[in-house]
């Protein structure tokens, strides 16, 4: 089983800066991507960014290029997404995903199999 905790969310106002944390249990053979995904009130979970662990490519959904920047640290068994230049359509609820899974299905939620709890995040115009 693999534990996903996120924080880091919080209230900023537009053109801020927030950095979201995810550490897992431990890095196991279990999953081969990690991700950021968000959820706003009345809408689909939609990815943000995803990284393959072992190689470190980040991949980004094109309303974040150039402004967020995903990073993972092995030694701190922690994935990070910095977010700069927020927006308030940023607004939403941020989940840490885990998986084993292509690429070619980074996207859909139902690919992952381990989430964390959430961290929220508000975004001020």
């Known amino acids: 089983q693999v534990h996903l905790v996120e924080s880091g969310g919080g209230s900023v106002q537009a053109g801020g800066s927030l950095r979201l944390s995810c550490v897992r249990s431990?890095?196991?053979?279990?999953?081969?991507?990690m991700a950021w995904f968000r959820q706003a009130p009345g809408k689909e979970r939609e990815g943000v960014a995803a990284?393959?662990?072992?190689?470190?490519?980040?991949y980004y959904t094109d309303s974040v290029k150039g402004r967020f920047v995903l990073s993972q640290d092995n030694v701190k068994n922690t994935l990070y997404l910095q977010m700069n230049s927020l927006k308030s359509e940023d607004t939403a609820m941020y989940y840490c995903?885990?998986?084993?899974?292509?690429?070619?299905?980074?996207?859909?939620?139902?690919?992952?199999?381990?989430w964390g709890q959430g961290t929220q995040v508000t975004v001020s115009s």
């Open positions: 995903a885990a998986g084993l899974l292509s690429r070619a299905t980074l996207h859909r939620p139902e690919s992952f199999e381990y």
């Open positions: 431990e890095y196991t053979d279990h999953y081969n991507y």
């Open positions: 990284i393959n662990t072992g190689v470190g490519l980040p």
